[in-house]
């Protein structure tokens, strides 16, 4: 299986700040990465497909970038709406398809 | 719009069979391209894909986990069913029924498959 680590593990940061999270494959998976955002108690969101493409009705501050084994996903303006928690997903190839394990993103 | 919902007994006991449906509307299970699948979540703890049902009913399975899944699809009723045997308390986790959508990359010719679309999620709690 490729196993997906994400960095860090929780951050804290304020309303504005620019936020920073990484992803790292265990392998080379091109660009076949996505990002979820999830909040306490309800379903992930897709944010971002094909590491660097925003889903629809995502807002711009949101953006993807990295191929091979290296991704980051980066919120330009940190809003009071994105403390949430982070998931990284790889697609590549054949099942599994695995997540990382989170970056909790937390008001500083 | 598109909705997903999944209906399932709260608790089970250890070594009985989970049944999950996931019932949606806004699409169907018989369009070219369209699949659904389950994901779970332990508490606290990162997301783990398990299975995914085709429209040309292609199946895949989390390795870790084919012994004991199976899926169904009721493209009349648009429901799709998973089942897990056998089940533990290492099971317990809230299990997300998901849509997804395909990408498409033309320097390979591959669909990588992304979660488009997520039910609310349910917490499956097993005990004894």
């Known amino acids: 299986d490729i196993q997906m680590t994400q960095s860090p593990a929780s951050l804290s940061a304020s309303v504005g700040d620019r936020v920073t999270i990484t992803c790292r494959a265990s392998?080379?998976?091109?660009?076949?990465l996505s990002w979820y955002q999830q909040k306490p108690g309800k379903a992930p969101k897709l944010l971002m497909y094909?590491?660097?493409k925003l889903q629809r009705g995502v807002p711009s501050r949101f953006s993807g970038s990295g191929s091979g084994t290296d991704f980051t996903l980066i919120i330009s303006s940190l809003q009071p709406e994105d403390f949430a928690t982070y998931f990284c997903?790889?697609?590549?190839?054949?099942?599994?398809?695995?997540f990382g394990q989170g970056t909790r993103v937390e008001i500083k | 719009q598109i909705t997903l919902k999944e209906s399932a007994p709260t608790q089970v006991k250890p070594t009985q069979t989970l049944t999950l449906t996931c019932s949606f509307s806004?699409?169907?299970?018989?369009?070219?391209?369209?699949?659904v699948g389950w994901i779970r979540q332990p508490p606290a703890k990162a997301l783990e894909w398990l299975a995914l049902?085709?429209?040309?009913?292609?199946?895949d399975f989390s390795p870790s986990l084919k012994s004991r899944l199976t899926v169904a699809k009721d493209t009349s009723r648009n429901r799709a069913v998973l089942t897990m045997t056998n089940m533990d308390p290492a099971d317990t986790a809230t299990y997300y029924c998901?849509?997804?959508?395909?990408?498409?990359?033309?320097?390979?010719?591959?669909?990588?498959?992304?979660?488009?679309?997520w039910g609310q999620g349910i917490l499956i709690t097993v005990s004894s």
């Open positions: 997903q790889q697609s590549y190839g054949t099942p599994p398809w695995t």
């Open positions: 392998q080379d998976i091109s660009n076949y």
């Open positions: 094909g590491a660097s």
């Open positions: 806004g699409f169907s299970l018989r369009t070219n391209g369209v699949s």
């Open positions: 049902i085709h429209w040309n009913d292609d199946e």
């Open positions: 998901v849509k997804t959508v395909r990408d498409y990359d033309p320097l390979t010719s591959y669909y990588p498959i992304y979660f488009e679309y």
